[in-house]
Structures are given as structure tokens and as C-alpha cells.
């Protein structure tokens, strides 16, 4: 497919899709935005095996007063799947990426972070996932991600970081 910048740091526009950043700020689009991380990250706490995943209590004014940049993807007019990032001292830091179930295995995920990663100047880009989530970790590393620490926060769930940069 062809992609075409229609404007850096606007969209990118991609036969009948669309990555724009979402105003997380507007409490309609913050629901949109809780209602994908929903629907996604319940998928993730089977995959890996918990009931409580700390993704999943974030409310939509959680995600409404949130000081991140949130990204869409866009199938037509719905919202498909989001990126967050911080970005601090040219260091990208990737807080959450999701893809509403019903646009599984579309390469939705691959797209958003490309353009994440060009379309930010940075020195430094890092991402954190839970061990057992293999299809992310694949993802990453196809970025040039690679692992550079292990841990297990408090609610249990072992986690790895990945960094390029």
C-alpha cells in the first residue's frame, strides 16, 4: 500500500486510512479512546493470564486529564486502535498500544508505531510489555527494539523493557 504524508504531525492517510493525534482532552474522544483500550487490553489479561491488569481500571477522565499524546489509527471513519507516548529530554517513551479486536491482523500495530518512530525526532525510544505477551515483543524487536531489563512490579504481572536508540 501506498502511504502518503498529507502532514507531518497531522495524519497520514493510507487508502481509506487515517493516523491522526487524538485530543484525549475532549471527553468523547477520551471514551473512544477508553473503549479501544478496553476491548484491547481485556484480550491481553487472557493472553496473559491475569485478572487484574492495571491497564484495564484506567476510566475514561483518567484518559481525558492525561498529559500523554495519544495517536489514532483510523479504518473510515472508526477508530481502530491507539499509541500513547511521552516524549521527554528526546527520549519516546511507548505507554500503551492497542487494536480494538475487530482490527486484529491487519498490521494496524506495525503502521502506528512506524509512523510514531518518523515522525518523532528522538534519541532514545522505550517500551515496556509483560514477558508472556510474545506477539508484542515480535513486533517491537521488528522495530529494531531490543531487551534491556526484566522485572516483576507488584501486581505480579513479569515484565521486560525494550529500547532503540
Known sequence: MDTVVANSNINVKDKGSMITILDNTDPEVAKQIYNIFQNSYKIEAQLIGT????PLSR?????????????????????????????????????????DPNHFRKGIANKLI????????????????????????????KHGFVEFKRWTPSHGIEKLAMSIG
Open 114 to 141: 512506524s509512523y510514531v518512530l518518523t515522525d518523532n525526532d528522538f534519541s532514545k525510544a522505550i517500551v515496556e510489555t509483560a514477558v508472556v505477551n510474545i506477539p508484542a515483543i515480535k513486533l517491537y524487536k
Open 51 to 54: 485478572l487484574d491488569f492495571p
Open 59 to 99: 476510566s475514561a477522565k483518567d484518559i481525558e486529564n492525561s498529559k500523554t499524546t495519544f495517536y489514532g489509527f483510523y479504518e473510515g471513519e472508526c477508530l481502530a486502535a491507539v499509541l500513547e507516548i511521552t516524549f521527554e529530554d528526546k527520549c519516546l517513551g511507548i505507554d500503551s498500544l492497542t487494536v
